[in-house]
């Protein structure tokens, strides 16, 4: 073997050949010593290189294709995309929901602000008031005069109904204890998955309801970042006061419709806001209303208000009114998440209550009729039934039986 001439030599190497040729031994000592990446230095110290010879070999000339080439590094393999879990956030209508952090705090210290991480906003300090499943939950702001209205006292509990036991404390706890009684398979989903909607904090939260539901209508068909645009610009075109914070209703409604387009709007949108500002500039609609209200009074009011489905009146008295009776038949991951409870095969489509000759038909996973009957028992709290059906998909659904 050692006849074997090498393979090929560097050029400074070739053309010393003659005067000085280089001994084979030294050379591939080195190129062990150069070339060897993973020798381990402290494996055994008996057998460690002395300084002296590493300085010395790591100038001897190696031939380039001798060299072992450095590993490539090693790249990470993509992640298969998952089909990301229902949320009821990915609503329009739902506002930005300030989410609890968990890690305790010292008792001398004030608890974490709650914020979101697109609109951080201060923690709401919980109040300990009256409140009523069948009633406005959250107190409102009067859109022109900014003073506070309820339905129920805002005082605490020292008022002359201080003998009902229902609070902004305890409605929750009532109405997941109701649930559970009426169907326990419920509890697994409500133990991994806190309805923070009607939480004391969220119901501590003052709601601008001209606000409310006109981020509602802008929000309509587009994606959550460029309705905040929109509301952005349509916000900087009007000349606010301190401390105001979205135009009142009479501002909008002295503009013309196309000074609103401006912002982004489409004429039909403009039209829309307009409109409502109109509505609560001529009382037809107002917090004091909106507070005291029957439900259905309420409905009928709204969805004459053109712009507003019955979808968006009833997410409206939900996330903003904090009514705890709200049901909607109409919304699609309600209709999955209950039959997704009721042990049906989601996977696959269901027309339900037509014919298959019938144009025009929607596929359902439910019909109406069927959703109504198992929402019943519910009551008076089919608003956080609803809320724990959005969020059936993302729970272990076979540990409930």
Known sequence: MASIAPRRRSARLVG??????APEAPKAASVVTVTSRKRKVAANSETETAP???????????????????????????????????????????????TRNTKAAPDDEEPA?????????????AVNRLANPDMTNAPLISPETSRIVSALPLDGLATPA??????????????????????????????????????????????????????????????????????????ELFEMKKGQTFPHPSQVAAKSIESLRPAGLSQRKAEYIHGLAEKFVSGELSARMLAEAPYDTL?????AVR???????????????????????????VQRGMAAFAGRDIAKLKR??????????????????EMEAMAEPFKPYRSVFMWYMWQVESVDVSTMG
Not at 206 to 230: C, M, N, Y
Not at 299 to 303: I, K
Not at 316 to 330: E, I, P
């Open 307 to 333: 712009g507003l489905g019955l979808w968006s009146v009833e997410m409206f008295a939900l996330f903003a009114l904090k009514r705890m009776d709200v049901f909607s038949v109409g919304d699609l991951g």
């Open 162 to 235: 201080a003998k009902l036991t229902t609070t902004t404390r305890n409605i929750l706890d009532e109405a997941c204890a109701h649930l559970i009684k009426v169907d326990p398979r419920i509890k697994p989903i409500i133990d991994a998955k806190p309805c923070h909607v009607f939480s004391a904090e969220s119901l501590a939260e003052k709601i601008d309801p001209f606000e409310s539901l006109a981020s509602g209508i802008i929000s309509q068909q587009v994606s959550g970042a460029s309705a905040r645009a929109v509301k952005l610009r349509f916000i």
């Open 52 to 98: 002296e010879a590493i300085s010395t070999t790591a100038i001897a000339p190696v031939d380039s294709q001798d060299a072992a080439a450095p590993e490539p590094p090693s790249t990470p393999q993509p992640k298969k995309a998952r089909r990301r879990p229902f949320k009821i956030e990915d609503h329009p209508m739902v506002p930005a929901t300030p």
């Open 16 to 21: 010393s050949t003659s005067a000085s040729p």
């Open 113 to 125: 602000p709650l914020a979101t991480p697109k609109t951080p906003r201060p923690r709401q300090s």
């Open 299 to 303: 409905v009928e009011r709204l969805v």
């Open 352 to 369: 339900a209550g037509v014919t298959a000759t019938k144009k025009n038909a929607k596929w359902k996973y439910m019909t109406d009729t």
